[in-house]
Structure formats: structure tokens, C-alpha cells
């Protein structure tokens, strides 16, 4: 009894729709088909009860029959997007492969539904069932490689967190017609590196008349002109040098 009494409860919990009242008009996938629909097109702001209702043609009373509140309702978008993701693939290949396409996947989503991650970080640590089946799936992946299973747990959160910040880098890049954007991974370094190359060869030639910066300054100069925009190729650079570098030291 204490266990079900300290057990979180969500809306997962719970039948679908009470037993009482008329037949059931529709679904909870229904409704959160059309709450990430409306969420796609107007914004996160825009999705309420009664904008819901509206939408799917009733009344705001006949939806808190099948969902409790719109925090609720927020819960079952977020789980509706990781059940876009492909988990079929079997595991026990190239790990560090496997678990790159996991990534690409999840940033293809963040990019498809740009208000999910602002809906994560109001949200908490709520899992539903396809967001505790893409974690199980992860794990699955990461079964043959090395580290602890505390540094795999961080391994798949860096995941999701480069996810993120490029869909949000992307997100950027179409709204303000700067492609380049999308392979920035933003601050003013980073600006500055996908920048204008005449401003930031004049920026450079500041720098070096100063002589403060001797290390920023053999940085870019090293590095060059940025090669053409590709919002794939840094995402998966950055993924295949951080992974291995977080499991290979088997630090607790």
C-alpha cells in the first residue's frame, strides 16, 4: 500500500477514459494528434483546452474526460514525438554507429517540433512509455560499450542535449536565411568562426595589432576558412569524439 501510495502518478496511470459517461468520442492519440499539430503551426503558447477544443470541434469539458489537465497534455506530446523515432534496428553492431543514427533521429525530431525543447525544459524528468523505450533502446546500444552504467546514463543525456542545441542552432539558420548558422554551435567563438570571412579577417588583423590574444589568434589562423555549411557533418563530428571520450576512461 505505501508503495502505491509514493508512486508518481501520470496520466499513463490511468485508464484512458472513465467507465462512466457516454461513449467515447475519440482517443487520447486523437487528442494529441491534434495538440501537436496546432503545436506545430501556432507555437507551444497556442496549445490550451479550449484551443484544443476547438480545433477538434467540442467543448473543453469533453477533453478533461480523457486528459486531466494541459500539463498532461503537454506529457503526451512529448512522449507522442519519441514514438517518431525508428527503434526496430537491432543493437549489438557498431555501437558508436548505432547510436550516432539514435542521435540524428532525435535531432530530426527537435527540428520537426521546435517547441519540444522549450517543452522539456519546463516539464521535468517525465517519462512516457516511448521516451522510457528510446532510453531502454540507448542502454541497448550501448550495452557492448565501455564505462559504467552511470557514464552510459550521461552518454545518452549529452545525446539528447546535442540534439538540441542543433535543431535549435537549425531553427536559427531558417529564420534568419543564414544557413551557416546552422553549423554554429553559437557564443561569439563560434559566431565568429561561420561569420563573414572579410569582417573576420579584419577582425583578425585587429587582434594581431593588439598582440592580447596570441592563442585565439593561431587558433583561427590555423584553422581557416569554414568549410561549406553541413549541418549533419559537425553533429556527427562532435557525437563520435565526445561519446567514446566519455566511456573510454572508466571513471566512476
Excluded: C
Amino acid at each position: 500500500m505505501a508503495d502505491r501510495e509514493t508512486r508518481p502518478t501520470t496520466v499513463w496511470s490511468r485508464p484512458e477514459r472513465g467507465a462512466r459517461g457516454p461513449a467515447p468520442e475519440r482517443s487520447r492519440a486523437q487528442i494529441t494528434a491534434a495538440a501537436l499539430a496546432l503545436a506545430d503551426a501556432e507555437g507551444l503558447a497556442a496549445v490550451s483546452m479550449r484551443a484544443l477544443a476547438q480545433r477538434l470541434g467540442t467543448g473543453p469539458a469533453s477533453l478533461y474526460r480523457y486528459v486531466g489537465s494541459r500539463d498532461e497534455l503537454l506529457d503526451l506530446m512529448a512522449d507522442a514525438v519519441a514514438g517518431e523515432l525508428d527503434l526496430s534496428g537491432a543493437t549489438g553492431g557498431d555501437w558508436l554507429d548505432d547510436l550516432v543514427g539514435l542521435a540524428l533521429q532525435s535531432r530530426d525530431a527537435h527540428v520537426r517540433h521546435p517547441w519540444l525543447a522549450d517543452l522539456n525544459d519546463r516539464r521535468g524528468e517525465v517519462l512516457g512509455p516511448h521516451a522510457i523505450d528510446y532510453l531502454d533502446h540507448a542502454l541497448g546500444i550501448l550495452a557492448p560499450a565501455p564505462g559504467t552504467a552511470g557514464q552510459k546514463l550521461e552518454a545518452v543525456g549529452l545525446l539528447g542535449g546535442l540534439a538540441v542545441l542543433f535543431a535549435r542552432r537549425e531553427a536559427a539558420a531558417t529564420s534568419t536565411g543564414d544557413p551557416a548558422a546552422a553549423t554554429s554551435t553559437g557564443g561569439p567563438a563560434g559566431d565568429l568562426a561561420t561569420g563573414d570571412p572579410a569582417a573576420r579577417a579584419a577582425h583578425l588583423a585587429a587582434v594581431a595589432a593588439e598582440g592580447r590574444h596570441p592563442h585565439l589568434l593561431a587558433a583561427l589562423t590555423a584553422a581557416g576558412a569554414p568549410p561549406p555549411a553541413d549541418r549533419d557533418a559537425l553533429f556527427v563530428r562532435l557525437l563520435r569524439r565526445l561519446l567514446p571520450a566519455m566511456l573510454g576512461q572508466g571513471e566512476p
